[in-house]
């Protein structure tokens, strides 16, 4: 027997949004792709957005391209570099050569003589690259690329900052993590993780909201998570107390401060917040002082790159010490690790259910859902279209962008009162 779900009729989510049809995400942005280390002279493959991608790296210069020759379809990652000094790369199938350097024009056929006629006539496509903190940022979207500065995070870039970053595949739409991000999950999902054993956890915000602003600390656009009223313990009748209180678990007083006195360097960093494309920032993760980013990078429908960012900002050499061996033996493993690798099943699970059952949104009927809600009508204002390289301006409907409503809670009809 199927049931209706409550859901499935809200306005919010009818229709063939942009959201809805970037199950291979929004294209007009930058990703990042790899970590600096991983291109190297010898080319990686990587499939993202649904496309296969070689990455290779010529002296300082990263090179990406599709990874199918025009000729036959051969993979360019398993191609040679048959003129060194030079930025071309020949495909192992029947040596036709490209200049990525200029294009991926084919600048010779090695098995055809040089008054070959493809020569000049046919083009590998190249995507546009840029490495900046030890990350490779790819553009794969239509037309000239947007300003780096518009996609990665104005603190990222900064030259104080020091970056770390990892990167795995990930079983799931990305689009199921991002709505999970936030709303609810958090004193129910990683009450148990190693992370957490020995901390206090409360049992619920009673109000929660989202509100879109102009992000004061990275630039653009931005939907921040409003938690508010928020309860230790709770009362539920004919139940009890919930949750139990076990004298391990002791309240830590919160500080901006983090190991080896790394400190945010800028005020008025909001905890939780979600951006286009689809990634999160959150404050004081996973050290107090730093702060986390983590892209929900589509590779195909069923899976994503999960790319975990953290900043820090060590003041002297001791501080620098102090900062990456508590990272490596903590933060690293057991928050980037296991901690985050919960939030990962639960993407497993959203995944599987909504193809066997067909998808459901968020329920409007839970009031936490507000954030997803208002993640899903936050993209279909403001992804970025096809043409926005053209004008370097914000796509129409963004311009025109009304406050997104608050979605009702409770039974569904009452207004949610406003933190
Ligand atoms: S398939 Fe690449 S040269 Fe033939
Ligand atoms: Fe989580």
Redesign the pocket.
């Known amino acids: 027997m199927t049931t209706q779900h409550p859901a499935t009729a809200h306005p919010l989510t009818e229709g063939d949004t942009p959201y809805h049809k970037a199950a291979l995400g929004f294209r007009n942005y930058w990703y990042p792709a790899l970590k600096s280390k991983e291109v190297t002279h010898r080319p990686v493959r990587k499939v993202l957005l649904g496309e296969p991608i070689a990455f290779t790296r010529r002296g300082a210069k990263v090179y990406a391209m599709i990874d199918e020759c025009p000729h036959r379809g051969a993979r360019m990652s398993l191609g040679k570099d048959e003129f060194p000094g030079k930025d071309t790369v020949a495909c192992r199938f029947h040596g036709w050569t490209f200049d990525m350097a200029n294009g991926g024009v084919c600048v010779a056929a090695l098995t055809d003589g040089p008054d070959s006629p493809v020569v000049g006539k046919i083009r590998l496509r190249m995507y546009p690259v840029e490495e900046r903190k030890g990350i490779v940022w790819i553009w794969m979207g239509k037309g000239a690329p947007a300003p780096l500065e518009d996609d990665v995070p104005h603190l990222l870039l900064r030259e104080d900052t020091m970056v770390k970053s990892r990167h795995n595949l990930v079983y799931g739409n990305w689009r199921y993590h991002a709505e999970g991000?936030a709303g609810g999950?958090?004193l129910m999902?990683?009450r148990d993780a190693a992370a957490l054993r020995l901390q206090k956890m409360g049992a619920y915000n009673a109000t929660h909201d989202a509100m879109e602003e102009d992000d004061p600390v990275d630039g653009g656009r931005a939907l921040v998570e409003v938690t508010g009223d928020f309860r230790w313990t709770a009362h539920y009748p004919g139940l009890g107390e919930w949750p139990p209180q076990r004298p391990w678990r002791f309240s830590r007083p919160p500080s901006r401060r983090g190991q080896g006195g790394t400190s945010i360097p800028v005020n008025g960093v909001k905890y939780i917040t979600m951006k286009l494309p689809g990634y999160l920032r959150v404050r004081h993760f996973p050290q107090n002082g730093a702060l986390y980013y983590e892209w929900y990078v589509p590779v195909d429908e069923d899976h994503y790159d999960y790319f975990q960012v953290s900043l820090h900002w060590p003041k002297n050499p001791m501080s620098w010490l102090w900062t990456n061996l508590w990272y490596y033996t903590w933060a690293a493993p057991i928050r980037k690790g296991l901690f985050n690798d919960?939030?990962k099943l639960m993407v497993r699970d959203n995944t599987d259910w909504h193809k066997r059952v067909g998808r459901h949104e968020p329920t409007p009927l839970y009031r936490p859902d507000i954030f997803p809600r208002k993640w899903i009508e936050f993209c279909n204002i403001y992804a970025r279209g096809e043409g926005y390289a053209d004008t370097g301006k914000a796509p129409p409907q963004a311009q025109q962008a009304k406050p997104i409503p608050t979605v009702a809670g409770g039974s569904g009809d009452e207004p949610r009162p406003k933190p």
């Open positions: 991000s999950h958090f999902l990683h919960q939030d």
